[in-house]
């Protein structure tokens, strides 16, 4: 087995708290309920907003359908950026295809909730093979 596919500490505490929720269906059926998805993807916005808010150099704007926070650290995201909730954070990654890519995520956000974060972090790190990217398009990711 090689290092890149052994799941990392985070991976394997998202996928224990993934398994144990879903061992226990009144967890389950509040993780779909759509009011606590959107209180859930509601608090991640707030958040990303206070978090870009703070980081981002100039004003967050609407843009391809997620409030963008330019010029963000490279240490305040992942990649070539992240969206939590309805906002993506960046240092200059604003393509037309990447804001559709983000598009997605924010509505996987929508769909989920907080959730989200255990469930894309079960999911793992490698693009191809984490289903909430497969989702929002690899190449518009900019992942191929």
Known sequence: MTRASRPTVLQRVALS???AASA???????ARNRRVARAGYLAATA???VWGGVLSVGRLEESGGVIVAR???RWAFGRGGTTIGGVFLTRDTVSSAVLQHEAVHRDQWRRYGLA???LYLAAGPIASDNRFEVEAGLERGGYR
Do not use: E, K, M, T
């Open 24 to 30: 226990r269906p009144v967890i389950v059926r509040l």
């Open 71 to 73: 010029g963000c650290p």
């Open 47 to 49: 958040i990303g907003l």
């Open 17 to 19: 708290v993934v398994a």
């Open 116 to 118: 989200l974060v255990p």
